[in-house]
């Protein structure tokens, strides 16, 4: 079974970053989709960043030019650099892995990270 285990979450002042991880066991992250979620209260859970087995990516509107997803293949984990953080982007962030040999996806637990003015 895959287990993703995140990890970077916290409080963090307007303007500041922050940078979650997500550490992958069980299958390698290599040939994998990955993306990164937030879900804030009341809202419905988005899509923020993805990366493909090929390095492509993508973000969120909103997300351009602010955050950077990544992947180092040797530590098995994807990172989501956040910078220039708004207040808007208080949320609990997840990160899902889709593997091509299973047949659903799999979530990480999810991490809060809030930011203040």
């Known amino acids: 079974q895959v287990q993703l285990v995140q990890s970077g979450g916290g409080l963090v002042q307007a303007g500041g970053s922050l940078r979650l991880s997500c550490a992958a066991s069980?299958?390698?992250?290599?040939?994998?989709?990955i993306g990164w979620y937030r879900q804030a209260p009341g809202k419905e859970r988005e899509l923020v960043a993805s990366?493909?087995?090929?390095?492509?990516?993508n973000y969120i509107e909103s997300a351009k030019g602010r955050f950077i997803i990544s992947r180092d293949n040797a530590k098995n984990t994807v990172y989501l650099q956040m910078n220039s953080l708004k207040a808007e982007d208080t949320a609990v962030y997840y990160c899902?892995?889709?593997?091509?040999?299973?047949?659903?996806?799999?979530w990480g637990q999810g991490t809060q990270v809030t930011v203040s003015s």
């Open positions: 990366i493909t087995s090929g390095g492509r990516t």
């Open positions: 899902k892995v889709d593997l091509p040999i299973f047949g659903r996806p799999f």
């Open positions: 069980g299958s390698t992250l290599r040939i994998a989709t």
